[in-house]
């Protein structure tokens, strides 16, 4: 009895809940109210915070499913990047929630707090943009370990279920953070269109390149030689 009279954290909060999630230091990075440029930005803020957070963590995960790949632990890898996409596809609708922001509303925040900051800048997004080269050397090493290629697991995907568990978790991936980066050029599109000069003076039309830059093509392009393998066209 009585072990929910108070906290025995360390930190600031009068609860351990508030203690162990550190909410008070958390809250604390968001702009106070009265120093919003409108009322608009506390989610434009929010929305870019929470997705530094998850892209962080994915990057963390990544780096766990490698070490498991190199281990043979191909399994539990598989799970680990299954867990990536689906964080990817809640950062995905994350981005659908700001296209209910007023692009005028967005011009406020854009002109008034931004400085010259771009979604470019990111540090998750820009290390997240190396999974494939960071992934791809294990993967190769594996399937040179158990004397198989891509094609084959495609071939007999039964024979091979545990690699094709891992190319099919690698693929969901992929194809998570392309829908994302798809996402998040149609949220560009729809808040400041496609013709201007981004605050890098990038058009934001270049932002289509990157939703045809899936980061295992060789996985893809073994889709079409099976298809090729089983009826040359359709
Ligand atoms: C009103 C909302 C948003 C608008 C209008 C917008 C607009 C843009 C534009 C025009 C670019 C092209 C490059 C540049 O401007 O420097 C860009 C890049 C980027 N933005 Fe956003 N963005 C928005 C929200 C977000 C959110 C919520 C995220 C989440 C992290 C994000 C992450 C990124 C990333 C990672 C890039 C680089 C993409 C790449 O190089 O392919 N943006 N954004």
């Known amino acids: 009895m009585g072990t929910h009279t108070g906290p ?20 604390e990075l968001q702009k106070p109210v009265a120093e919003l440029a409108h009322p608009e930005e506390r989610l434009f803020q929010t929305t870019h915070q929470a997705a530094e957070l998850w892209l962080h963590h994915v990057d963390y995960e990544i780096g766990r499913a490698i070490e498991l790949i190199a281990a043979d632990d191909v399994a539990l890898a598989a799970e680990l990047l299954d867990r990536c996409a689906r964080i990817i ?3 995905r609708q994350q981005i659908v929630i700001l296209e209910t922001m007023a692009p005028a509303d967005y011009h406020v925040i854009r002109t008034s707090s931004l400085g010259r900051g771009s979604g470019q800048e990111s540090p998750g997004f820009a290390k997240l943009l190396d999974v494939g080269k960071r992934v791809w050397p294990v993967f190769e090493a594996v399937l040179g370990r158990r004397s198989l290629t891509v094609i084959e697991i495609e071939r007999k995907p039964r024979e091979h279920a545990e690699m094709f568990r891992l190319v099919q978790a ?25 013709k201007v000069m981004s605050l890098k003076n990038v058009p934001a039309a270049q932002l289509e390149q990157g939703t045809r830059e899936p980061l295992f093509p060789e996985l893809w392009e073994t889709i079409s030689t099976l298809t090729g393998e089983f009826k040359p066209s359709y």
């Open 8 to 27: 025995i954290l360390e930190g600031r909060g009068d609860s351990d809940y508030e203690r162990y999630v550190r909410v008070p230091e958390l809250l």
């Open 170 to 194: 690698m693929l969901d991936y992929d194809e998570a953070f392309l829908n994302w980066r798809y996402s998040h050029m149609r949220l560009a599109f729809r808040v400041i269109g496609s």
């Open 89 to 91: 596809n809640l950062l």
